[in-house]
């Protein structure tokens, strides 16, 4: 749908016709459009392998080029003719102004003809993903519920599908790891494990799911008005919206393609988390969460709709009921939740990474909850709350690389907050325990690996260590971070990476109400304004790190920074929120009192 | 004194709510005219 009807007809033709096992030469660049880049046609092509030819002139080329069972892919300029003889032609239907002419190779298969599925199969393919969802949801429900005996409904529905995919891909990173091969029998049997212990654990003590919502409620608040049922029903349909565009528009851009996407399929297909190695781009260097929720996908179905497009809507949905419970926990009421809600969720940023299938917005799931559960848990003196913050953090570790950093620098903050201000209650090993647990395998196995050596990371920090021992400091890469931030927050037009008008009103509900983030006012407001704040500086500093670098750190901030924000912009928002609600208790405690002075 | 209080606290609220809506109506417009477009609906865009 999004590449367009010609570049689906040649995609097709080429995947029909060439065998699962050959290698695809690319033209080198030329007219726009051109396939030529091999870690974006990896996704296309799969499981076929596409390589470059950079040039004609090069040596790797002409031995490509060469190579009889190379499969070639044919424009008017591309492959020289001294290296068609001998080679079968099988021609593509010639359309104007299109550089596609056919296909040089050994031998072809014999055309299907490319047929598009049919309703009953899209609805079957759609049953079985729907399927996977749930078995997922199950598992992180059972989870949740060894840890707490009640739930309210939301926060259950919240977590259950996030916990549940980030705990069932560690496994299976686990399994993996020690050389277990990964297929639907392996896969089937660890769920089929999981859960009978699971069962076995909640059975004894009685532990049920409690489905009564016990929203603290608001003394003029009964029951939901029209205008909360208006917002909801926005809100559904923009929840329907992202599901239907996530899975309609596929995979389509860079990261996606070239990362999330088909390393997963690179996992299923070899049966190992070292499949990922050899499918684009950045080798193991990135965290496995996503690549492995997409590979139990492709493990059931191939992939056909493609089901893990499903992912990152839920993450979306799983943030707006996360965002949504906290608020209401809070005390504010039903409307101004829902309208912060549906103020994140027609973000047009937030909305394009619910459809994208970028692992930002899994990761700011997995980082905001964690920090707003912790912060919970400090306040209540809950164990249990504390130790599912952790876990959530430590999935945020187990989703982006850059995910470890940010957990360690929340824990430190919550630690030394927790000893100034005296408030709740801290316990250190519920705290440190399950993030260590998630954090500690991953980092053992990539920095040990040594699949960390040479990554973009490892090279941003490199750089800047050297460039700072030597005594370089370059800040001109902080004032393109601050002109960028500007830019996108207040200047830019509505476009799908922007922030819509999100900061402006977010920024004026705070400011107006700072006066209320006082320690000695709202000490629990303060100790989150400063975790939000950590988390931001955080976030410039590893991009200020990067400015080292990074050769085109323009255009790259230009497209990296306004998504990594996410996590700071959501927690802003339950902030601005947060701080509606105290004032509103303020207001019906004056109510109050006024009554009283009246009687 | 306080009555007045009150109502100004009341209709703060008011005013929050009000820009919250503003807000979320501005982008809900700006999702469905430029973002959703922007996909590539129209088939013949993007690669092919």
């Not at chain 1, 929203?215 to 008005?225: D, V």
């Not at chain 1, 050596?453 to 941003?460: E, H, T, Y």
């Amino acid at each position: 749908m999004s590449l367009g009807a010609q570049a689906r007809r040649t995609i097709s033709l080429i995947v029909d016709v060439v065998p699962d096992d050959a290698t695809i030469l690319l033209p080198p660049i030329g007219e726009p459009r051109r396939y030529s880049l091999t870690r974006s046609m990896q996704y296309f092509f799969f499981p076929r392998a596409p390589i470059q030819c950079t040039s004609i002139e090069t040596d790797t080329c002409q031995q490509d080029l060469g190579d009889s069972e190379m499969y070639i892919l044919a424009t008017e300029d591309f492959p020289p003719a001294e290296f068609i003889a001998g080679r079968e032609f099988f021609e593509s239907p010639q359309i104007e102004g299109w550089w596609f002419k056919g296909i040089y190779g050994p031998e072809f298969e014999v055309p299907s003809g490319y047929q598009t599925m049919t309703i009953t199969s899209y609805i079957l393919f759609f049953l079985q993903d729907a399927a996977i969802v749930l078995a997922l949801c199950i598992l992180g429900a059972s989870v949740l519920l060894t840890f707490r005996t009640r739930w309210h409904l939301l926060e259950l529905l919240s977590l259950a599908f996030p916990i549940g995919a980030g705990l069932f891909t560690f496994l299976l990173f686990l399994l993996s790891w020690m050389n277990i091969q990964l297929n639907p029998t392996s896969v089937g049997f660890l769920y089929t494990a999981l859960i009978v212990i699971l069962f076995l654990i909640i059975r004894p003590s009685g532990k049920k799911l409690n489905r009564k919502i016990e929203w603290p409620k608001l003394s003029a608040e009964t029951r939901p008005s029209v205008f909360s049922w208006t917002l909801l029903i926005a809100l559904l349909c923009v929840c329907g919206l992202s599901v239907a565009f996530s899975v309609g528009l596929s995979y389509r851009l860079t990261d996606p393609v070239q990362i999330w996407s088909v390393k997963g399929y690179g996992i299923s297909h070899v049966g190992s988390i070292f499949g990922a190695k050899s499918w684009r781009v950045h080798d193991l260097a990135y965290p496995l969460n996503i690549p492995l929720q997409v590979s139990i996908f492709h493990l059931a179905d191939g992939d056909a709709l493609p089901g893990s497009k499903l992912i990152y809507p839920l993450y979306a949905v799983s943030l707006c009921l996360g965002i949504y419970s906290f608020l209401r926990r809070q005390r504010l009421d039903q409307e101004s939740a829902l309208l912060a809600v549906l103020l994140v969720a027609t973000v047009p940023i937030f909305f394009f990474h619910s459809v994208s299938g970028f692992a930002n917005l899994p990761y700011s799931f997995y980082l905001v909850s964690g920090v707003l559960w912790i912060h919970g848990g400090i306040r209540t003196a809950s164990k249990s709350d504390q130790f599912i913050g952790s876990l959530l953090l430590g999935m945020a570790a187990w989703t982006r690389p850059e995910g470890i950093g940010f957990c360690v620098i929340v824990l430190i903050i919550y630690i030394h907050l927790e000893r100034i201000t005296r408030r709740g209650r801290l316990y250190p090993s519920a705290l440190i325990l399950p993030l260590a647990i998630f954090a500690l395998p991953w980092f053992v196995f990539s920095v040990g690996g040594p699949y960390m050596q040479g990554s973009n990371l490892d090279q941003a920090v490199s750089v800047y260590s050297s460039e700072v021992i030597q005594g370089n400091f370059d800040f001109s890469g902080l004032w393109m971070l601050f002109s960028v931030f500007i830019k996108a927050m207040f200047l830019s037009s509505i476009t799908d990476y922007s922030w819509g008008v999100f900061f402006p009103v977010v920024l004026i509900i705070l400011l107006v109400n700072a006066r209320a983030l006082r320690p000695h006012v709202n000490m629990e407001g303060f100790v989150l304004s400063v975790q939000t704040a950590a988390i931001a500086l955080t976030t410039i500093g590893i991009f200020y790190v990067r400015s080292y670098s990074k050769s085109g750190y323009a255009s790259f901030i230009d497209r990296s920074f306004p998504r990594a924000f996410l996590p700071t912009a959501i927690l802003m928002v339950y902030l601005g929120l947060s701080i509606l609600a105290k004032r509103g208790d303020e207001g019906s405690e004056d109510e109050v009192s006024l009554q009283k002075s009246g009687e | 004194m306080h009555k007045i209080i009150l109502f100004i606290r009341e209709n703060a609220r008011v005013f929050w709510l009000a820009i919250l809506g503003f807000a979320i109506a501005v982008q809900l417009i700006f999702l469905f005219d430029k973002f959703l477009s922007s996909l590539g609906l129209a088939c013949e865009t993007g690669l092919g």
